[in-house]
């Protein structure tokens, strides 16, 4: 390829995650900034990651440029940076309305391209959800993504965030109370990582333990699987908001709100195109 590693200075650490560490790198010749994201041969889900990253190609997926291999035999892959980094940065800041409609756009477009690809992210967080100054927003990191086969599926279920994991997720063959068998639709799953993010950019915290409350396994584990949505306060979001967030998160993937039906909910297709884009900026700038 036109890549080499020699080639780039290294000059920060963007983030550090299971998978590696991700650094901000310049190419010498040029001095185009990228992110440079190192994956350890030994990890799990190592080759997958490359897999993926490899099947992709849209505006709102992280663009990978070319995988380069590094001299102890990992790979390193060369990001485009997004120069807003991750939402989970933006936390607690306050979000208005207008930005997190935004946000749920250009991410369910990115969880639609996917789809098309049938790849399932299965890490779907504030973390995963990358911005740039521009206003833009894509999803990263493929570390335990999947291709769906008609085989079913092979990595484990437990794998990711338990915070951010669907109720079905902790129960891959979920007995319905209707007693049925109901094989599990792996792409629901993207969908309620994507209804906690936004409900957490919302309330400004993880939203579905109390403030303060350990998040041991077991206690996320009982929330997902059994707690109540935590209530909006009276004021604080619209009636479509609401909407959207309860779509996202019905604990049955059965009745989920699929993307496509995201995408046309008024929350998200009635927003005013400009006003969001710049609200989105304007949070990411005064961070
Ligand atoms: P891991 O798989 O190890 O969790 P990620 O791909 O999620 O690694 O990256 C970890 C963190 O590094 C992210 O949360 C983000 O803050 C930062 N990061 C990753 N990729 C980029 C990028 N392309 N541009 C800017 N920051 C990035």
């Not at 990001?79 to 940065?89: A, K, P, R, V, Y």
Request: net charge neutral.
């Amino acid at each position: 390829g036109e890549f080499r590693l020699l080639d780039f200075d290294r000059l920060s650490v963007l983030g550090r995650g299971n998978g590696g560490t991700v650094h901000k790198v310049s190419h010498r010749r040029t001095s185009a900034l990228y992110a440079l994201k190192i994956i350890h041969r030994g990890h799990p889900g190592a080759a997958d990651e490359v897999d993926v990253v490899r099947r992709v190609d849209s505006p709102h997926i992280v663009r990978c440029h070319s995988v380069l291999p590094t001299a102890s035999g990992d790979s390193a892959l060369l990001l485009e940076l997004m120069d807003g980094g991750s939402l989970d940065s933006l936390v607690g800041g306050g979000f208005p309305e207008a930005a997190l409609a935004e946000v749920a756009a250009q991410a369910l477009s990115g969880l639609a391209y996917l789809r098309s690809r049938r790849v399932v992210h299965r890490d779907m967080k504030p973390a995963n959800i990358l911005v740039s100054r521009a206003g833009q927003v894509k999803i990263a990191d493929f570390g335990i993504a999947e291709v769906v086969s008609r085989a079913g599926n092979h990595r484990a279920a437990y794998e990711g965030t338990a915070a951010y994991m669907s109720p079905e997720r902790f129960d891959t063959e979920r007995l319905h109370d209707d007693g049925e068998v109901v094989p599990v639709d792996p792409y629901a799953a993207d969908v309620w990582g994507l209804g906690i993010t936004v409900l957490e950019l919302l309330m400004g915290r993880y939203p579905l333990l109390p403030a303060g409350q350990k998040p041991t396994w077991a206690a996320l584990m009982c929330a997902i699987c059994f707690g109540e949505l935590p209530a909006i306060p009276d004021g604080a979001a619209s009636a479509a908001l609401r909407d959207f967030v309860a779509a996202c998160l019905h604990k049955d993937h059965r009745k989920r709100a699929s993307v496509a039906e995201l995408l046309a909910h008024p929350f998200v297709a009635g927003r005013d195109l400009t006003v969001s884009r710049r609200a989105l900026c304007q949070v990411i700038e005064h961070r």
